[in-house]
């Protein structure tokens, strides 16, 4: 059942742009479902609201267009927009304490940080975030974004509202209830990808009663143990699988590594550390806590080679280089680096290149 009501006013988030742009978070790739309606307005179906948000100089706005009703919006507390939003953004940890530790590590962290102050990983459903991202292999922003509508549209419900149309992401079981998924979805032109969406969903609905309660429940699990699970999915692969655990399970620590990281990797880190000696670990200006000297040794001379992407073997020493380096919130650094690379090949990019790749 739609709901079509009038928009509500404005109401203040209470958060500097210090801590949360909209654009760039919105748009470098985390999330492929938020649009543009707007100056400086972004708008998305979710929390069983159509929800408007609004980037100001010194805040950021939010207010519902209209309502989904359903049980499964009702049941959890995501009528609360604003706790949702709260969650979503992670609003409880602080982005400027994190840039502090990290340019204390990399000084050169503090140009990036100044060129992509605001850029937040989400906490996104963990449902949405894996269907989406297995759409990302070998595909860019745009082609994702388009898909996913395509997706939201045929399966998932519409609300209206004075800014037009906009449709709930789907759960697992409204996507079981179809007759030929693959087919469904070769036709939406989701290509070879369409079997993974088939299997995936089939595995989900035959091992688990509730496929959203058995996802949601990997934020439990430790980063080991989640990947592990997710890795048994059709059409989910390491970089994947670290995506869903970094922006839906709570694993912070957890970094993506594609072509791009793995370049940064090799470009920022690995030149200004090839130094096996420990009195030159500091060259470049880059502080390697102590305790991590050793293992940040190993990983940069695993990552000498300069191969143009990365094997299996170096995946995971790109990954732990970044963690060795950045702790804890290695993922959140992880995010502000490729967002700051995105930016820099859509700087340079000529009008007819194909745009950047997820």
Known sequence: M??????????DLVVPPAELRLDPTLTCGQAFRWKLTGP?????????????????????????????????????GTHDIEASLRDYFQLGICLEDLCDQWVQV????????????GVRMLRQPVT??????????????????????????????????TKGTFHTFPTIQELAQCADLESTFKDLGFGYRAKYYATTVRSLTDTHQCPESYLLGLRMRTLAEARVELLKLSGVGPKVADCVCLMSLDKHDAVPVDTHIWQIAQRRYVARLRSGSDTMLESGGIVVP??????????????SAGAKA????????????????FGQYAGWAQGMLFSGDLDKAESSRLPNQPQKKR
């Not at 739609?2 to 109401?11: M, Y």
């Not at 949405?128 to 994702?144: G, M, P, Q, V, W």
């Not at 995946?315 to 060795?324: C, K, M, R, S």
């Open 128 to 161: 949405e975030n894996l269907l989406t991202f297995i759409a990302s292999s070998n595909n860019n922003i745009k082609r994702i974004t388009m898909l996913v509508d395509r997706l939201c549209q045929k399966f998932g419900h519409p609300i209206d509202t």
């Open 310 to 325: 990365p094997s299996t073997k170096s995946y995971e020493a790109a990954q732990q280089l970044i963690i060795a380096l």
């Open 2 to 11: 739609t709901v079509k009501t009038e928009p509500q006013l404005w109401i």
């Open 106 to 117: 990399d000084p050169s962290f503090a140009q990036l940080r100044s060129a992509q102050v």
């Open 290 to 303: 102590e305790d991590k000297r050793e293992l940040v040794q190993g990983l940069v001379r695993q990552l």
């Open 40 to 76: 400086n307005e972004y708008t998305c179906a979710i929390f069983g609201h159509v929800v408007d948000l609004k980037q100001t100089p010194t805040t950021v706005l939010y207010r519902s267009l209209g309502t989904h009703c359903s049980d499964r919006y009702s049941d959890n």
